[in-house]
Every structure is written in C-alpha cells, then in structure tokens.
C-alpha cells in the first residue's frame, strides 16, 4: 500500500476547494482501463492504493478515514532498447545481403526499424508507472509522490479533470502567500555574504533564504520551536548538504561524509554568497523522531517515520499520515516563524546583521 509503509517522499498541493468522501465516485468515473485492454497506445487512470491491479475504487477501497488513498497508473508497451537495437540491426544484415549493397539508405532504415518495432511491441509486458496520491479532507491538502517536474506535470491535469479545479504545487512562495499573505516578489533579494561586494541574486530566493536563515537559529537557539497548537517540537539539520547561487563560477556545491555543518568549506560557501539549498532535516516531539531529505522548494524526501502502534492495514495507514502532518505541518511553523521575521522593518535588518557576523566567524579556526 503506497504511503503504508517504509519512508515516504511526496509533494504538498494545495486544494482550491473542499472536498469529503463523495470524490471517491469522480476517480471511479476515471478509473484506468483493464491492463489486458493494453495495445499500442499508453491507457492512463486511476487505481486504489492497495495495489496497480486493483480497479475497484469505492469508498471502501479508497476512503480511509479523512482521507482518499489511489494512484494514477499509466500502462505502455515498450521495447528495450538494447532488444530493440539488436533486432534492427539483424534485419538491416539481411536487406543489404537482400539488395546486395554495403549500406542502407535512411528511409530504408527508418522502415526496417519501424518494422521491427511492431513485430516485437505486442509480445512485450506492459510497463507500468504510477503516482500515489492522498486528498487530506481535513486540511484540504492533496499529498502525492510526484517529485519530479515530469510528474507533477502529469499530475495536476489528470486531478483537474477528476476533481474540476487544479491543485495548486505548495512551494516556499504558494505557501507564503496562502499562509501570509505575502507576495515573494515584493521582498527585496538579499545576500547573507558578508563580502559587501557580491551583489544579492536577481531573484528572489525564498526558500533558500528560510533554509539558511533555520541553520542560523538552530545553531543559536538550540533548535527548540513550537506549534500553533502548543506543542513543543525540536529540529536540527544533518549532512549532506547542497549550496546554490547563480552566477559566475560554480553554481552548485555539494558537501558530503564528515562533519559538512561544522567544515570551513561549508563557510567558503556562505561566504561566496551560496545558500542552502537541501539537506537532512531532523524533526523530535515527545519521544517521536522524524527525519527527512528536505529541498528549498519543499519537497520532501525519504521521510522515515517513528514506529507506530496500529496492526491492521487502514489503521497503520491513518497513523502513518497524522504522523506525515505532524512532520510538515512543524516544517510549516517555523516557515511561518521566518516570514514574520521577514517582514519585520524592525527586527529583520538585525538578523541579517548577525548571520553576516556568523558567517564571517564560521570558518575560522
């Protein structure tokens, strides 16, 4: 069962209306076809979460709790390519032997691969793909295992015409906004870099900033931060770690093994102007411990989470999800903590102050 077990890595999209259990009967009107209608052409769909064969998307299937679990399948036949290959250039030796020529012209060439390619498509196990979702109810929040560009491309279209609205990809500038109230574009760029001579980026970078900004405090405030609803939560961050800045010279550094957070090439990277980019986020509550790989843009990756109580199938996968929510619903908090600090005429101008001063003294011996 996707989400079920293991660690997860998803995205978070923002839902642009309510939605309760009856959505289960649209992802049923948009079921995948059977997987033995399969020919030539991909087909495309939705399945349950249990299983890519199971077709049977009902309220029993998918509905577990505040939540609806599936996934949207795509099934094609493909060809390996190095079958494929081997087989065209078998067939070009014998249409040469056949013309009694040395070398085949492109257009003849162009058929005999065609050729071949549909003698051997329909003798080829469907290759299947998926991409597990979850519609959070009470949150109104769509969580999914779409991490690549590819597949959230995918993905947004295939719920619009499910669901009618389009979910809208949680990023460190929807969730500013969303949460805030705040447009990123209005916030001036800024450099860290204590070298007053590198000019801030011409762009803003909002996520990186909060991502740079929570490696200070953590490093000054020892990491203890709280929830809206009172509980006390604590975060720290682990190697390894990716700087970013555009520009001249390299654009990306990566740190890895050893001790990255406390290395002087992690300080020649700040200093040179980069930002963090990604890196391993720990997340402690009570004697629960999360741990993710987590990317500015805030896509979270192989999220582990603490072992739970529940035996049975749907049971485990509910506390599975309250256990996601309390991971990025944290992350969330101290995003919001950065971005009232953002925006603070006041209070802002000084924190700069003192991560330029930190960064200065973070490489010296």
Known sequence: MAFGSGSVSFRLFYLQQQYDS????????????????????PIHGWVTGRHLFDRAIADETCVIGPYLHAQWLRAE?????????????????????????????????????????DSLLPKMPPTLTSIPVVVDFRNDLLVASAMSDKQIDTLAPAFKETAGTLPILLTPETAAMRRKQIN???????????DTTLDPPNEPTLGMDFFTWLWFTWEKEGGVCHLPDGREFGVMLEGPLTFFREGQGAHEAVLRK????????AGTALLCGKKLKRAKVV??????????????????????????????????FEERMLMIETFWSAWL????????????????????????QWIARFGEP
């Open 22 to 41: 009856s959505l289960v009967d649209a992802f049923a009107r948009h079921v995948a076809p059977p997987i033995d209608s399969l020919s030539r052409d």
């Open 77 to 117: 036949k493909k060809v390996p390519p190095a079958l494929l290959r081997a087989y065209v250039q078998m067939e070009e030796d014998l249409e040469c032997r056949a013309r009694e020529v040395e070398f085949l012209p492109r257009a003849v060439r162009a058929e005999v691969k065609q050729r071949v390619t």
């Open 184 to 194: 990123a574009n209005d916030l001036d760029p800024v450099s860290f870099s204590p």
């Open 258 to 265: 050893g001790s990255p957070l406390n290395s002087r090439e």
């Open 283 to 316: 997340i402690a509550h009570s004697d629960d411990v999360f741990s993710a790989t987590i990317d500015a843009d805030f896509a979270f990756r192989s999220l582990k989470l603490p072992k739970g109580e529940q035996t049975d199938a749907d049971g485990r």
């Open 333 to 356: 908090a101290l995003f919001d903590r950065f971005l009232e600090l953002r925006t603070d005429a006041q209070a802002w101008p000084k924190t700069l102050n003192a991560m330029r």
